[in-house]
């Protein structure tokens, strides 16, 4: 079959452009995910274990509030994900908006817990989703707040502290994205090859950043080949990390760009994201758990019980309460 718009597109770019590849390393990266979080007797025992010794904050009534308000919009969220799930049967119609919807989950949860992490003032909450990102490393990620594989992060670009990370993560576990996730162990190996392949790519991006800074121009080089440049690149390169939500957020990308014409054109995929909107779902809906897990702990005695009940009687959703019941 002619693909009269994919052979536009290749007259633009300078590689090949691959639709089975994108699609496939989209779907198959949640669907590693799904299998290292789908036994719900386990993780609701990991969790548990995790925050067992939270201690409960002093009251501090406005990073409460907050934190319930981005607890709601996660469940919101993860409404509009279970009712495209449910409710639309040609899932090719609405994969982007899935993966955005996935996506603001996540961060909305994040948001939630990052807040219940303070104790009396969030200084480094951000939009700015770089920020973001640097601030869940080094509050969740550092303090070992949440479960694996959400806990995985490289917390330097320096390129060969990270890939060395990367190989004792790996060990011998050799699976990549390129064929479907079957068991925990491919799963184990597509989550450490979708961190490797996103370290490349915030790599790549940082670079291209720093050689537009006046100091680096200062240098009068166009590389990193001399002792200053390399020195000057990694002063920066060591304060930026990959984390889930860096993940989160370049797999968001593909709802954006080029990408997502891969989701909905050419071959028929109508199983395959049939699965994957399955798995959008119950990932976020483990991260939430967690989330709302460690906030029950932080936020006012008595205050999440009040907000379920609010939430039950108020609530114009029809996703299950239980959602946002803590472990």
Not at 73 to 90: H, P, R, Y
Not at 128 to 153: A, E, G, H, M, Y
Request: aromatic share 12%; hydrophobic share 40%.
């Amino acid at each position: 079959m002619t693909q009269w718009l994919l052979g536009r597109l290749q007259e633009l770019s300078s590689e090949p452009l691959q639709p089975h590849f994108a699609l496939q390393g989209a779907t198959n990266w949640l669907r590693a995910l799904a299998i290292l979080t789908d036994n719900e007797t386990n993780i609701s025992s990991q969790i548990q274990e995790l925050y067992a010794n939270t201690q409960r904050r002093v009251n501090c009534r406005s990073l409460d509030t907050l934190a319930f308000e981005n607890i709601h919009f996660a469940f919101q969220n993860i409404a509009s994900l279970n009712a495209l799930n449910n409710d639309v049967e040609f899932k090719h119609d609405i994969c982007n908006s899935a993966i955005i919807c996935w996506h603001d989950s996540i961060v909305f949860s994040a948001k939630a817990m990052i807040l219940s992490f303070y104790e009396d003032e969030a200084t480094n909450l951000h939009d700015d989703l770089t920020l973001l990102s640097k601030t869940w490393q080094d509050v969740i990620i550092d303090n070992k707040l949440i479960i694996f594989p959400f806990s995985l992060s490289v917390p330097t670009l320096v390129k060969k502290e990270a890939e060395a990370l990367i190989k004792n993560y790996r060990g011998s576990n050799s699976y990549a994205l390129d064929y479907p996730v079957k068991n925990e162990k491919m799963a184990l190996g597509g989550v450490y090859s979708y961190l490797n392949g996103t370290l490349g790519y915030e790599l790549w991006k940082k670079e291209a950043s720093i050689k537009e800074t006046d100091d680096f121009k200062s240098l009068g080089v166009d590389n990193f080949r001399t002792n200053k440049a390399k020195q000057y690149r990694d002063s920066i390169l060591s304060k930026s990390c990959v984390n889930f939500l860096v993940q989160a957020e370049r797999f968001r990308g593909k709802s954006n760009y080029r990408d997502s014409l891969f989701l909905s054109y050419g071959e028929n995929n109508s199983e395959l994201l049939d699965l994957f909107i399955t798995d959008l779902l119950s990932v976020s809906k483990v991260f939430l758990k967690c989330a709302v897990s460690y906030c029950s702990r932080r936020v006012e005695s008595g205050t999440w019980d009040s907000f379920l009940s609010d939430i039950e009687e108020n609530t114009c959703l029809t996703e299950e309460i239980k959602t946002i019941e803590p472990y």
